[in-house]
């Protein structure tokens, strides 16, 4: 097993992080770090755990280190503000760590791959840049927004026919915004149409995810997102409405063969977090609902549907994805497993597992 | 005070007509009507009242007719399935009533008005077409749907601009399926992205609405719409999410003027119901808000906000009007002030009362 | 006009306050006072206003104060944190000015009147003990636990059958804590069967608010009383399940007459936040409601339905009242009425006024 | 593999069997029967499925049966609506079947056992005189009321101190009235303080499960019972406030213990889906909370916590089950399992399970 520490554990990523990690067929939760006031107690005494499950018992009495502790995992899984994360990220990657964040701060980066391995698990050769750029040792992968993960990965299957222009209204779950997070007299009976720098993740993240990497730089989607991101009163589980103008339009029905179709890349198959399918379509009238389809594939799995012709665009869907799981947690961890297979533990002595596993 | 008869009056839109109509200046509920298990019972007997204000003392009292009885009052408000009103509004104006309907069964009638009075209290005229063409003493004027009120609203102020294209997705609240209307089981924690037949009314309503009299014909307003409607766990007040092309794209602080300083048609002004203003420009950055903004104008005023560029077509924006106060109730005894306002009671011995209420 | 100064003013009881002021008969919000961060911004500024109504403009444009003030207005209500109340609230009431507290920090001092005057307006009678002991030239008279009132309020009538033990069960609106308050992720789909601090005041407060004055003591009440409190996912309404024990078990009819027959007490008749009745029995058969319930009395009745014998004590019913209006806003701008009303402001050259008002 | 027919499988309680069995270690589903608008249509058309799990492909495929159908499979889940049980479990327990129902119909009959396995699966013995004085080849064993399990559970353990009078307030999720079933109109911002035959129930099972099997009769538990149903806006979990008075008042530590030191009844161990444990004690200050609580042992198990003394009575806690699972279809499983493992299908040719089990 390799060990993992888990940074920001005590929040409701981190909580995600230390559950689905609870019997992972490769990872082992060794260490905990959070700020200061939980410093120093167990996980347990300074952790309010807010999952249905129980909190698992070997982590429940891990002593919470410091974030700037000197941990002796080889992977690291980053849950950490965005502010904190723009120092200490880098750092433990240049101190030979593999670094999965879920953090902001570095997506955008050029030489720092910004991964959904479903889709783009060879973008993960940006660490090869990295290295030689930054002198790491070990590297550093990111997740995208919670929200962007529905919008790209209902896109994917669908660049063949040129994807021009994306109009998205997202629907995002309470738990998204963490804990305490929004306070129950603002969201209850109500729709808070806004959510502070959402709207542009939304626009920007999807270009680099469904890019194509070429001479060591990811080349940009050609095409321009909308995004109007609205928090409404759902536990997990964030719903996007989006409409699409492609070049060549295709019928509605070739769209729901690509859908239909679709395999994850090639380099991501075999990965322990891995969802099969990884795209679920429905053609029930009323479908996908959070509730409902926020946990196909154990919450990794998008599941899409409501196909039919944009009076506007060319055509328009609903997709759905569980935020903190695929969106967060569970997608950090897939980025963790790819950079294990993918052979860029081998210097920590970490075994190149994928084929083994496949 | 003029007596209303109230059809349908023990549902969602009935229980709102009634209570709406308590203190109202010129009319009275002197009769209520509903379906067969109602007949013969008070109304206080026969109405699971779900508003937060009591039932007015005056109505409770009264005996549930059946739909098909001989009302003696001139002013009929219709709240009925539609399947019912299909053949019975028609028929009551042809009996000279002054039919206000909330239903959809007639709305897009080339002779009957489709009227929100503070955007084209002109299209009343077309009751005179009626009564030429069907032969009718008395008018038969149409409510739109709930969802098209704050799209319309919003609109009607930027006509000047050429508008064109429109994406509208709406996050709608549960009175708007009546009583029992939503289980608690498919809402609760869940978004419905699916709400039959709406999202053609709200493609084709507005054109209709925001169109021009000409030759006693409605000319539509020549844009294309596209609409997406999704059920939210909220009581009341629907939002709608829009981006719009325009001919000539405005600056957003023309945009601003436009909505600050948008008046209500002539011939609305001065009914009683009408809010002033009709349109609440907000620019808090999370707002407009259902729990919030939906009582504004006692329920009436629609109120906008969030106005942006959008990457997409020119511009993107929230709007939100209290669906069944201005978007259904409270809309059609609007439509029933203007068409006593206009003279069309005179027949029926009614004064025309906007001159005197001006 | 009497002026009135509002300590707490940008909470969610300091917006109450300022509400349930904006058109009140005797007072008017000259000065608001909040805690540092907000002092010298104007209240529209300082303040998140959470409720449907619009901010009353004349308080808008106030300037914040800081809580160590020299305020001008006779009267001050007071929503402020037990901690900063513990002092400050004498001293205001030695300096001179009739404060009408909400807080818990003096309830259960013996020469502090804890009042819901349409129970025992009487009680009001301790400020001449508190200006005697304390020397104070003002007052200083409290309002009860939000969750207490309808307990009080449904009991007090009960009150010749001698009450002797009482069991309550709390269902209580996330209002009651404030802003932030409860995260959304603690109370969306769930229940919170705990309230810190919560059931010791059910369980004391009554004893003293049902008690009697006697040689200006407050002899309490000689029963016991059991509280289990919970908050739950509605909005504003508090519910209480109560079983009663009395000396004589009345028949049920006996109860309901007295519940029906209930006026309030002598000294509070015409003070204007009166709500009349105060007591609103309810034989429907799945009332009282939060929701259909709350804002009886303009939200200053408390409702009490689903009477019934019960197996273990004697009987059992249901009660509700409003936690930020009777709870908590609405109850202390009705003890500062009475202080008004009883001429302990005449040293202020404030009239006595509920003579004029009868 | 044992084959089992359910009956009422389109419902909430049936779809919860269908889940729960999924991959039962004995039972397999065989048949699906439900009301007649479903008959002839296969599960998965029929069967508005409002699970988060996906429906299980094996029953998706099955016809629907009529309910008078002959069905082949020697054991019955029924979650049949009463008056349809009130004749139809009987006649099929007496064609040979065991039947375990989910149902109120027969819970009182003094031949029918009402099973908790846990707490009384002695009771199972009341099969033998119902085979004698009915004549049934089969069997008919129930299962209580959902909001009766926790209370059940919580007191068993505590029946040594001589439980004498119980107070039980009860705070149920919204699933626990099936489908449609609550309109969220009716729930949503709010609390339903009465529901309807639910109160009888819980103050007359407890006194049966509790009680002892003597002379092939239920002696019941000499105590007295006083319950007050709500409904709140939670999708699954009971909540029950229950306060209790004792012949011999314990110190709280012994109760704490009884409930930590509590075993399965000796004839329940083994049975596959027995949680281990039956009872969690939680000293967590404000639990058990049902979104937190209800899943334990997955959906099995009770919660107890808030143990603290009361002033009316002599303790009070809290109790929480999951009312669809343990409560409902998962009790009804447990008590098919026990009827298979004691050994009343061996003239079916069933195995006699437990010993192998084990």
Chains 1, 2, 3, 4 share one sequence.
């Not at 002593?63 to 750092?91: G, K, M, N, W, Y």
């Not at 993240?205 to 609205?230: H, M, R, W, Y």
């Not at 729901?256 to 994850?264: G, I, K, L």
Request: glycine share 8%; hydrophobic share 40%.
């Amino acid at each position: 097993m390799i060990e993992v520490a888990v940074l920001g554990a005590t929040g409701t990523v981190g909580q995600r992080f230390i559950q689905l990690l609870e019997n992972h067929a490769w990872f082992r939760v060794a260490e905990v770090a959070a700020s200061e006031r939980s410093v120093g107690r167990t996980y347990a005494e300074a952790c309010r755990w807010l999952l249905p499950t129980p909190m698992p018992a070997s982590v429940a009495s891990l002593t919470v280190q410091p974030l700037d502790a000197d941990f002796r995992s080889p992977v690291i899984l980053s849950a950490l503000p965005s502010e904190v994360a723009q120092s200490l990220e880098p750092a433990l990657a240049q101190r030979g760590h593999l670094v999965s964040s879920n953090t902001s701060a570095h997506r955008m980066a050029s030489d720092v791959p910004l991964l959904l391995p479903e889709l783009n698990a060879d973008h993960v050769r940006l660490v090869e840049v990295q290295r030689r750029q930054r002198g790491y040792s070990g590297a550093l992968v990111t997740m995208s927004n919670c929200t962007t993960v529905p919008v790209a990965v209902a896109l994917a299957p669908l660049l063949p026919f040129g994807v021009r222009q994306v109009q998205v209204v997202s629907l995002q779950a309470i738990s998204g915004s963490g804990y305490p997070g929004v306070p129950s007299l603002d969201i209850f009976d109500n729709i808070l149409p806004y959510i502070g720098g959402e709207e542009e993740k939304v626009e920007r993240e999807p270009l680099k995810i469904l890019g194509t990497l070429s001479d060591d730089q990811i080349v940009p989607l050609p095409a321009t997102f909308s995004a109007s991101c609205n928090r409404v009163p759902v536990l997990d589980g964030h719903t996007v409405v989006v409409s699409v103008k492609f070049e060549s339009p295709p019928p509605l029905e070739a769209i729901r063969e690509a859908w239909q179709a679709f395999e994850p890349h090639a380099l991501a198959r075999g990965l322990p977090s891995l969802p099969d399918p990884v795209l679920i379509y429905t053609d029930g009238l009323d479908r996908p609902q959070p509730r409902l389809d926020r946990d196909n594939g154990r919450g990794m799995a998008t599941t899409v549907g409501r196909l039919r012709p944009c009076n506007v665009l060319d055509v328009k869907f609903v997709a759905l994805s569980h935020n903190t799981v695929r969106g967060a947690a569970g997608g950090a961890i897939l980025n963790a497993e790819l950079l294990i297979a993918q052979g860029y533990g081998e210097a920590l002595g970490l075994p190149s597992l994928q084929q083994s596993a496949t």
